[in-house]
């Protein structure tokens, strides 16, 4: 590892391989940090707090109650399909104490993306918020789920606060669809009944599954990442290790997690790892209101605030968002797409400290690579390999490729998934167990990575390559435009050409004068050939922009149901 180019960059707290082999697995690590730190206070939302003791205690009860009232056996999965509630925790730990596999699922998905994961999952439970179960009435019936928990938003912020949350969001913001599942439990009476009962311990291999990540399926059908215990627990040893010389040695540290929980970034980092360094971590519920968030940042002395580009760039458009005190941020990292530098010069100017890139995938528990928070980061790039992590550009005909040049980026380490589950996994990976991103990029001079864009979003003009990244990266940066996405469009002439959408900043911005920016920054078949304004744009549930869906929008295919 030492002759790597890039090994001397990181701190020297980081820059050696790690022990990986902390825990057995993900029960003993979610155990010991309970222990170690019962008294603080683990979580908050919504003003309530739980503390490691509370939710070792919680989480202990919902695992009787899956494993001894319900009989649900080690190896089964269950599917946790909410925002960032204080139920999250308590299921994820309670289910995983338990022996159970962990399906997370977006509670945004249609009826149809539902059933797609509950039966190639093959689920026997769920619990859900009461807001998504008139989607789950309607495919109940074609899977193979028979335990239905169903919890509200306000069920564990205690009695007056949370009658007053469920009454707002049933009457008042009409958010609970009706429906008619009368075989379910309330997530309330599962604690109540496991609080009587008396928890087995099961027996789990470091190589049993802990967690099936389902892909976002932006590029094709959803499949599920096979993430191991020894996985996460791998994943958790280098991300501590990486975290460790930004982190407050005296305690105190905060992170803001906005992210839902989910999403395997919010997951095993903003989870997992902040769990195991004891760390306070205040949910975020509902981060696309800005200015509920904004309001939620001013209560906080946070340490650490991680999140996408386009959520960074909705809070520095927010007014109030300069009067948040920054005093103890040490940094805030960004992944799930590319940073954009007029985003993180922007951030850095109002807040004082770095917004840094960090890259992973489902299928990597997530992080591969991450930029130091010490101001040695690299703007534009991916930043360094994390401890014990092998990173590499590759050809398509799986040779290694010489630093500098253009291919897909492929990775090798103790974090990368074993396979899809229930799938042909053949291309996957090359020879040599290197796991293949799907993402075009390259090595710099300095050893920090680059990623040039997805293989599937690249477009072809007249012959030339174009990386919509490069394109989406310089309109970002006029200060009259908010947000921008480009695609490619057939042209009878060159075979494809851009066309980008924009969300304004200024309404008085033209056609014209964003053209004339584009013909000063880019060469000429890189300048986009059609200009659509929108109010808006797709996003996933992270708020990543979907330029699938643009490319259907704009082809004239119907969004599928």
């Known amino acids: ?25 993900l029960v003993e690590l979610l155990e010991d940090s309970c222990k170690k730190y019962k008294d603080q206070v683990a979580y ?48 994820f730990m309670g289910s995983i104490r338990a022996g159970l596999i962990v399906v997370n699922t977006n509670p945004l998905y249609t009826a149809r993306e539902m059933e797609h994961q509950f039966k190639d999952a093959d689920i026997s439970a769920i619990v859900i918020v009461a807001n998504f179960c008139h989607n789950l009435e309607k495919v109940l019936a074609n899977t193979s789920i028979k335990h239905i928990i169903i919890t509200t938003l306000g069920e564990m912020l205690g009695p007056l606060k949370g009658t007053i949350v469920n ?21 309330k009476d599962a604690l109540k009944r496991g609080s009587s009962l008396e928890l087995t311990k ?76 004891g760390v306070k971590n205040i949910l975020i519920t509902n981060a696309r209101d800005i200015k509920g968030f904004v309001k939620e940042l001013k209560k906080h002395k946070f340490t650490i605030l991680t999140g996408v580009n386009t959520l960074f760039n909705g809070l520095l458009n927010n007014p109030d968002f300069k009067d948040v005190d920054f005093s103890a941020l040490h940094g805030a990292v960004g992944g799930g797409m590319a940073v954009q530098d007029a985003v993180a010069d922007n951030w850095l100017r109002v807040t004082g400290k770095p917004l840094v890139e960090g890259y992973g995938l489902s299928e990597t528990s997530p992080t591969l690579c991450c930029n130091p928070l010490d101001g040695t980061h690299k703007k534009g790039t991916i930043g360094l390999p994390m401890p014990n992590t092998e990173v590499a550009i ?27 589950w229930k799938k042909d996994n053949e291309g996957v990976f090359f020879p040599g167990g290197w796991f293949r ?54 042209d009878a002439k060159s075979g494809e050409v851009i066309k980008i959408f924009v969300v304004k900043k200024d309404p ?31 996003k996933s549930n992270v708020g990543k922009i979907l330029r699938r869906l643009l490319k259907e929008e704009d082809a004239g295919v119907e969004p599928a149901k």
């Open 44 to 91: 908050e939302n919504m003003g309530v707090r739980l503390t490691y003791e509370q939710l070792y205690e919680l989480s202990g009860h919902f695992a009787a109650y899956l494993q001894k009232d319900l009989g649900l056996k080690k190896g089964e999965r269950i599917a946790i399909q909410m925002p960032n509630l204080l139920q999250f925790p308590v299921a």
């Open 394 to 420: 590759f050809d398509d005909h799986g040779r290694q490729l010489p630093q500098g040049e253009v291919g897909e980026i492929c990775a090798r380490g103790p974090q990368v998934m074993s396979g899809y």
């Open 1 to 25: 590892m030492k002759d790597f180019p890039w090994f001397k960059r990181y701190p020297k707290e980081v820059a050696h391989e790690i022990q990986l082999n902390e825990y057995p697995s």
């Open 202 to 277: 099961p027996q789990i291999s470091s190589d049993d599954i802990a967690v099936l990540q389902y892909t976002g399926g932006t590029t094709g059908i959803s499949k599920g990442a096979q993430l191991s215990h020894s996985n996460i627990v791998c994943h958790n040893s280098m991300t501590k290790q990486w975290f460790k010389p930004y982190m407050n040695t005296n305690g105190g540290n905060v992170i803001v997690t906005a992210i839902p929980l989910y999403h395997i970034f919010a997951l095993t980092v903003n989870g997992v790892l902040m769990f195991n360094t």
């Open 508 to 538: 008085n911005l033209t056609e014209q004068e964003l053209k004339k920016y584009c013909h000063e920054n880019l060469t000429n078949y890189k300048v986009p050939k059609h200009i659509e304004f929108r109010t808006d744009l797709p």
């Open 167 to 187: 009454f707002v969001v049933k009457r008042i913001k009409k958010m609970v669809p009706p429906y008619h599942i009368p075989q379910a439990h309330s997530f």
């Open 437 to 490: 991103t799907g993402d075009i990029g390259l090595m710099d001079p300095d050893g920090f990575f680059k990623i040039v864009d997805r293989k599937k979003d690249m477009i072809k003009v007249s012959g030339f390559n174009v990386y919509p990244n490069e394109v989406e990266n310089v309109i970002a940066s006029f200060p009259k435009v908010k947000e921008v996405a480009a695609i490619g469009v057939p």
